[in-house]
């Protein structure tokens, strides 16, 4: 079966994979389809982007799409980037990418406490058959604090900074197996495999 992730941050395709398993679809992404016409993410939560992006892309495609929008909620930001996660430091006129986006939250943080520094990765999944109807959806979130300085060279985004206390480590310092076990999206696609398996029969 083909499976369209609707992504084309190559970092979440590697994890998509690894966590759906290689043998179980011939694997797409957006890479595939430059002529796309992009779905503009207007949702104001991670579940309506989700739907928008797989619904979306699907419809362009033709394809079963699985598309995830994910972010990172800081508390002493009331829940910001949330949302806006990706596109942090161009929202706030400070650069764009990943390098930026974490240099422009270790300066909005430069004041707060380590006790205020509480954050959470959320992931929300939505699955869309070929015709735009999304069939499936599921959420999951991981919590950590903020680190002032970022450690760790795996994973992406906000990663580096992102620091769980019960394993001493940063979610950058995590082998993929490990942080796969514990983080937000490896917890949704896992909820999301389960009702694949039982509910759809896409195996």
């Not at 300085?149 to 993929?176: M, V």
Request: hydrophobic share 40%; aromatic share 6%.
């Amino acid at each position: 079966m083909d499976l369209l992730i609707a992504t084309g941050n190559a970092g979440k395709v590697k994890e998509f994979r690894e966590m759906l398993g290689d043998e179980r679809f011939a694997w797409h992404d957006l890479s595939e389809f430059p002529a796309a016409i992009p779905v503009p993410e207007t949702g104001e939560t991670f579940d309506a982007n989700a739907s928008l992006k797989a619904a979306g892309y699907a419809r362009q495609t033709g394809m079963w799409a699985l598309a995830d929008d994910s972010g990172l909620e800081v508390d002493a930001l009331q829940g910001k980037p949330g949302v806006h996660s990706a596109r942090w430091a161009q929202l706030n006129g400070t650069g764009s990418g990943d390098m930026d986006n974490n240099a422009t939250l270790i300066k909005q943080l430069e004041n707060v406490p380590e006790d205020r520094r509480s954050a959470r990765f959320v992931c929300a999944l939505a699955l869309s058959d070929p015709s735009g109807r999304i069939v499936l959806s599921a959420r999951d979130s991981v919590e950590g604090r903020i680190l002032r300085s970022p450690r760790g060279t795996n994973g992406f985004g906000y990663d580096p900074l992102f620091f769980i206390d019960g394993l001493g480590q940063t979610t950058a310092e995590l082998t993929p197996a490990k942080k796969h076990k514990i983080s937000h999206r490896g917890k949704a696609l896992r909820r999301l495999r389960e009702m694949m398996d039982g509910g759809l029969g896409l195996r």
